[in-house]
Each structure stands twice: as C-alpha cells, then as structure tokens.
C-alpha cells in the first residue's frame, strides 16, 4: 500500500533544523556542588555522557514549564555556586532558554532543579549499589570454595584429567567475573557518599 505523498520506496528525509538542533553546544551554567555532582554520578553510573542527561531534563518542555511555574512561586535560596560548562545539544539549550524568558526564571534555576528530579534515580542506584556489593561478597566466598575444590582435585586427579580441566576452566570464568563485578563496584563507589 502506498501513502500519500510518498514514492515508493523512499524514506522520509531528515530536515536542517532537526538536525542542527542535535548539533552540540557549549553552555555554562552556575549550579550548587551538589547538583554538579549528581550530574557526574549518575552519569557515570548509568554509562550514559551528561550530554544525554542536559537533553533529556530540557527536552521534556511539559515538565520544564511545571518546574519554571513552582520556582516563579518561590524565592530562590542563595548558595554557594559554582560556575561549570557543559556540552548540550543546541535544542537542549533552545528549549531552556526559551522556557527561562518565558517564565522570567534564571537558566540556572531551572537547571538546578531539573537536576532535583534525578535525586531518586541516585537513591535507587545506591541501594542497587549495596546489593551489588553483597552479591560480590557472596560470590568472592563463593569462588574461595571453588579455589579449594579445584586445589582438591589437583591433589587427588592430574592436571590432564578432563574433570580438572573442566573445573579448572569454570574456577578461571568464575574469576574473571568476580574480576568484572568488582570494577563495575568500585567505579560506583562515589554514589556511596553522595
């Protein structure tokens, strides 16, 4: 079936704007340490750049607008700020400063408290992180029984027997993911003390 408009076989073509609007920007920004630090942490965490993270909190203009609508409301709290740029899209940016005309609210407040909303995710990756850790416990005596019965073996068969290669083989796997789990842990260790 063939639509309206459309040759067949041809694909729909992107247009100028939308892409010069993902084209990458930079934009400083004056935010608590806080805020600057959940943006690091989660983004380190989750393995997505901050890039991700400034468009996602800017492009839901919906929210954007409610979170400009609270702080007209509300007298902002003078912090201690710090100054520090980041890579965005030029939508991303756009949006924002379209939304703080709007609403006569500063980019930075609206930053500031978009950032606010990733508050939960960081208190549900540190309570993954800490079972993570217990899991990495388990596993770490887990593989000591597995070192000791591979010892056994070795004491009991040769090294060419099929079953001591065999183990030998698992204990080595086993290792290796211990290994991987314990980077992936120690990477994430900053959201401990956030």
Do not use: W
Request: hydrophobic share 35%.
């Amino acid at each position: 079936m063939k639509e309206k408009g459309k040759k067949e076989g041809s694909l729909p073509q992107p247009s100028f704007a939308d892409l010069r609007g993902r084209q990458s920007v930079r934009a400083t920004f004056k935010l608590s340490e806080k805020a600057i630090r959940a943006i690091s942490i989660l983004s380190e965490q989750l393995g997505i750049k901050q890039k991700s993270l400034f468009d996602h909190l800017m492009e839901d203009l919906e929210t954007l607008n409610l979170i400009a609508e609270d702080l007209r409301n509300m007298k902002t709290l003078s912090q201690d700020r710090v100054q520090k740029t980041y890579v965005i899209s030029r939508r991303s940016l756009s949006c924002l400063e379209r939304v703080s005309k709007d609403f006569e609210t500063s980019r930075d407040a609206l930053i500031e408290n978009s950032i606010k909303r990733l508050l939960p995710l960081i208190a549900q990756e540190r309570e993954k992180h800490q079972k993570r850790k217990e899991i990495l416990d388990a596993l770490k005596r887990y593989l000591k029984g597995g070192n000791d019965l591979l010892k056994r073996a070795r004491e009991i068969l040769d090294e060419d027997d099929p079953v001591y290669e065999s183990l030998d083989s698992a204990i080595m796997s086993l290792d290796n993911t211990f290994l991987q789990i314990q980077s992936f842990i120690e990477k994430g260790k900053k959201i401990e003390n956030f």
